[in-house]
């Protein structure tokens, strides 16, 4: 394929071809990372069921950290990215920062509710309650509705450069609830338990567990980056269609 | 392993409900967004003028 862009100056390359080289690179490296995704969620699953032993203290109902932990992580994750990325739109005004923000929005919030399900599903045996309103659980909710509401705004608007502006501020003013988030159970006396894995000591955790734990969270990451991928393919398409580039890559495609 | 049988894996020491209903609960969120990523892709290809599976005169 042809590539006449590249010949353009490199502010021109950075508006208008990025989208274009993009799109073929990113459906490249999808298959890649869902079988990564899908191998290491296999391993995970083994070692959290048939290697990890039961906690003495909770017995088998602990076994819900290995979604729990990896998806609370990655809805926190995924929303520091996609502020980083409608950052980096709002900065340099390029159209594929603010398309890769749109694509990681839904996975967000896919792993925000899936985070709080599965912790209320753990909190009903060990803490004898669905649901309570501490600082941890409460701020977690307020991440789910920064999801809603960036993707709700992002819909409301017609024009789609004013959308991704408006998203783009509501994404990064939401980000302050990030650290919040993370350092409550530090900050607040939550009902939550503290970090069981942190950067500077020793988990206070199985080595067995930390491992599954830890495939599952490479797992999660691996699916969020396919996913993501796949979806801000098909938001170039839905935003690209006049161009020619998408018409002779649409025909390629189906041929 | 911590299980003797089938029915001891299931029963999840007494924590079934909350175990599986978390693991059930996932896996289904994601297969739904794996067929909303698929649904949006195929009418993004149409809308972009591709001869969708020859749907289009």
Request: glycine share 8%.
């Amino acid at each position: 394929m042809s590539q006449p862009t590249l010949v353009i100056g490199s502010i021109n390359w950075f508006r208008y071809a990025s989208p274009q080289t993009f799109y073929p690179l990113a459906g490249a490296m999808i298959p890649w990372f869902a079988w990564a995704a899908a191998v290491l969620c296999a391993a995970g699953l083994y070692v959290g069921f048939f290697v990890a032993p039961t906690d003495q203290q909770q017995g088998e109902a602990y076994r819900i950290i290995f979604i729990h932990v990896p998806a609370a992580w990655m809805s926190m994750f995924i929303y520091v990215v996609m502020a980083f990325w409608a950052g980096v739109g709002l900065v340099f005004n390029t159209r594929l920062s603010h398309m890769m923000a749109t694509a990681l929005a839904p996975t967000g919030a896919l792993f925000t509710f899936v985070a709080l399900w599965t912790g209320s599903l753990w909190g009903k045996p060990t803490w004898g309650t669905w649901w309570v309103w501490d600082a941890r659980l409460t701020s977690e909710l307020i991440l789910l509705f920064l999801y809603f509401g960036f993707m709700a705004l992002q819909a409301a608007i017609d024009e789609p450069r004013r959308a991704d502006r408006a998203g783009a501020v509501l994404a990064l003013v939401g980000v302050v609830n990030i650290p919040i988030i993370y350092y409550s159970v530090k900050w607040w006396n939550t009902l939550h338990q503290g970090a069981s894995v942190s950067l500077t000591g020793a988990p206070t955790m199985a080595a067995t567990m930390l491992t599954g734990m830890l495939l599952m969270a490479l797992a999660a990451w691996m699916y969020s980056i396919a996913a993501a991928l796949h979806r801000v393919r098909s938001i170039i398409l839905e935003r690209e269609r006049g161009a020619d580039w998408v018409a002779q890559d649409v025909k390629a495609a189906r041929p | 392993m911590s299980w003797a049988s089938a029915s001891d894996f299931f029963a999840m020491g007494g924590y079934a409900l909350y175990v599986w209903g978390s693991y059930a609960v996932t896996a289904g969120l994601i297969a739904v967004e794996v067929v909303m990523l698929i649904v949006r892709r195929h009418h993004a290809l149409k809308s972009a003028g591709g001869p969708a599976a020859g749907s289009r005169p």
